[in-house]
């Protein structure tokens, strides 16, 4: 039995027209467990795709290949005094490790304004871009690449949001390094700090 303002069962609760906060535990399944084709929902099997002769997952009804590549990610490392910005993550994946401002580039969406407008959303703070610092990607999780920008501050302090749940500037010798969320993260940080002197 269900309240009368619930949705009959799990499935009905995405077919309304509310709001919908993102399942990450869902979302970070993509491209992996692709079961269907995005364009008729015929069944993907693998199948040698020509010519460079790939195993990649072919809609068995209509033909469709589906070419996976990285999702672009773009962040900022907010550079005050020397110190750099980190947030302690407050969603999955790798809940309550640090990481720099960023996420996922919209489609239609340039890298940098992606950059800052995650930095925005996740730290409140409005940064000024310097330069493009570099570009990540981990060959053992090769779901996305990270373009890292330098950024300047903004006026505001960084404050806390849904997904960061702590704050920080961080000297060179003081990065929690046991407690950093991606490789991509080490990397541009170690970058960084080799830069920083």
């Known amino acids: 039995m269900h309240r009368h303002d619930e949705p009959a069962n799990r499935d009905d609760a995405y077919l309304d027209d509310e709001p919908v906060e993102p399942r990450h535990e869902i979302q970070h399944q993509y491209p992996q467990n692709v079961r269907f084709c995005a364009l008729c929902g015929g069944a993907m099997r693998p199948r040698v795709v020509l010519p460079d002769r790939k195993r990649l997952r072919v809609c068995s009804r209509c033909g469709f290949v589906d070419f996976q590549g990285p999702k672009l990610v773009a962040g900022c490392l907010v550079i005050d005094a020397g110190r750099i910005l980190l947030l302690r993550r407050s969603i999955p ?105």
């Open 93 to 197: 994946p790798r809940l309550g490790y640090w990481t720099f401002p960023g996420g996922y580039v919209d489609l239609g969406e340039m890298p940098q304004a992606a950059a800052v407008r995650e930095t925005a959303e996740e730290v409140g703070m409005n940064v000024g871009i310097e330069r493009l610092f570099g570009v990540y990607a981990d060959p053992e999780h090769p779901i996305a690449a990270v373009v890292v920008y330098l950024a300047s501050p903004g006026s505001e302090s960084p404050g806390l949001s849904n997904e960061a749940s702590e704050v920080g500037y961080f000297a060179p010798g003081e990065i929690p390094w046991e407690e950093i969320a991606f490789r991509t993260t080490t990397a541009a940080l170690n970058d960084w700090v080799k830069v920083a002197g």
